[in-house]
Every structure is written in structure tokens, then in C-alpha cells.
């Protein structure tokens, strides 16, 4: 004996026939709503704003970031040298001299 199961999507704004499931998170929590395809256009619309202005979160849970490039710590070491400042040999170049190096080139 053979079955055929349908299921149908209700929109869950208005109840009409659904087209899609959205899902979307908020505040660390996972969503979904099932929308007619004008709900779903409504709310793409509204959330685009937010959307643009959003960080990518990868699925492990780590934040993309987006990070500045700072120049080659070797180089700006040589710079400092011949400007005669103050720069340690190894480790941490202090701040300033990044300016420096930066407001010169």
C-alpha cells in the first residue's frame, strides 16, 4: 500500500498559503516563520538596513572582524632607526612610532 503525504505552508502573519520558511536569529536565538512571498519581501526589506550594517557570524560561533593592516614590523623598525627613534629590538612596537611611520608615508 503506497502513501503520498502533502504538506502545506500557512503564512503565519495572515494564514494564507505560505511560498517559504524564513529563519533569522535575534538576541541568540534561532527563528523561523513560514511567509507568503510579500511577507517575506516585507521583511527582507525591513531587516536590510540591519543586515548591511551586521557582522557575519560563522557557524562555529566565531565573529568575522574586520581588522586593520598594519605594516610590516620590520620595516617600521629600519624606519625608526634611521629617524633616530626609540624603538625596541624584539617585541611590541609602542603605538607612537606606528603614527609616526604612518603620518610619514
Known amino acids: 500500500m503506497a502513501q503520498r503525504v502533502v504538506v502545506t505552508l500557512f503564512d503565519d502573519i ?32 525591513v531587516l536590510a538596513p540591519y543586515l548591511e550594517a551586521a557582522r557575519k557570524q560563522s557557524k562555529s560561533g566565531k565573529v568575522y572582524r574586520h581588522t586593520a593592516v598594519t605594516p610590516d ?4 623598525r629600519a624606519w625608526a632607526r634611521s629617524h633616530r ?21
Do not use: C, H, M, W
Request: overall charge negative; cysteine-free; aromatic content about 8%.
Open 73 to 76: 614590523p620590520a620595516a617600521v
Open 14 to 45: 495572515d494564514g494564507s498559503e505560505a511560498a517559504e520558511t524564513v529563519a533569522f536569529g535575534l538576541d541568540g536565538k534561532s527563528y523561523e516563520i513560514d511567509l507568503n512571498q510579500t511577507n517575506a519581501e516585507k521583511l527582507r526589506k
Open 85 to 105: 627613534l626609540d624603538v625596541p629590538p624584539r617585541g611590541r612596537i609602542p603605538k607612537k612610532v606606528y603614527e609616526a611611520f604612518e603620518a610619514a608615508n
